[in-house]
């Protein structure tokens, strides 16, 4: 699979139920980061674990990172309707290498109301 | 605050023809800047990063071409555009920090591609 690779490639689920996205990567990282897009638009930044975090909480949003496993996880709790759109997971690269993110496939989130 | 603008927000363009899509960011300076390029329902494809004016870095070797003629302006380009091109493309930037991890990025609202 590819550097910061998602899954499940879509989910769906009823309002109010919690929404876990997986993500997955091969090399060393400095920071993985989560992003949105609502159909059409820009990409979002959610938030930024570093390396040595383990997990972060922003509102809704909870991100785990495990760097054993190369693996990280982000739970949105008590969906919404307007949370539907796709969610990418990025991994930067340790300092002085390559200046650039490497984002993942995404998973397509479907929230019914 | 800082804003990005990407345009045009849809294009059709025939097979040949040439290509300039241009991003402007306002609100800071020196920032890296990224294109990308985006297929139905999949990822992010990185075409071209910048680190400053002039500086280019190509991920992906094909017919298209990245400037930076000013600090927060970034074109892409294509002299003769294949099918192949179609896609949305995306503009994004991030805050340049010397060696630091790379930060956020911020992305402009895309622009759609349609070749015939």
């Known amino acids: 699979s590819q550097q910061g690779e998602e899954d499940p490639q879509a989910l769906s689920i009823q309002e109010g139920e919690n929404a876990t996205m997986n993500c997955s990567y091969k090399?060393?990282?400095?920071?993985l980061q989560w992003y949105r897009q609502n159909s059409g638009r820009g990409l979002v930044h959610l938030i930024l674990?570093?390396?040595?975090?383990r997990e972060k909480h922003s509102g809704r949003l909870r991100v785990t990172l495990d760097t054993s496993k190369k693996s990280s996880s982000l739970l949105i709790t008590a969906s919404r309707a307007a949370d539907t759109a796709s969610y990418f997971c990025a991994t930067a690269p340790p300092n002085g290498g390559r200046r650039a993110l490497t984002f993942g496939s995404g998973t397509r989130l479907q929230v019914q109301p | 605050s800082q804003t990005i603008h990407q345009w045009p927000a849809t294009l059709v363009q025939p097979v040949g023809s040439p290509l300039s899509l241009e991003c402007t960011v306002e609100?800071?300076?020196?920032?890296?800047l990224y294109w990308y390029r985006q297929a139905a329902g999949r990822g992010l494809q990185l075409l071209f990063y910048?680190?400053?004016?002039?500086?280019i870095s190509s991920e992906v070797p094909q017919n298209l071409s990245a400037s930076r003629p000013q600090d927060r302006q970034f074109i892409l380009s294509s002299k003769k555009l294949l099918l192949s091109d179609s896609g949305f493309y995306l503009c994004?930037?991030?805050?340049?920090?010397?060696?630091?991890?790379?930060?956020?990025?911020?992305f402009g609202d895309g622009t759609r591609l349609s070749i015939l």
């Open positions: 609100g800071t300076s020196n920032p890296n």
């Open positions: 910048s680190v400053g004016i002039g500086q």
């Open positions: 674990i570093r390396s040595n975090e």
């Open positions: 994004a930037w991030s805050v340049r920090m010397g060696t630091d991890a790379l930060r956020p990025q911020h």
């Open positions: 090399t060393s990282i400095n920071n």
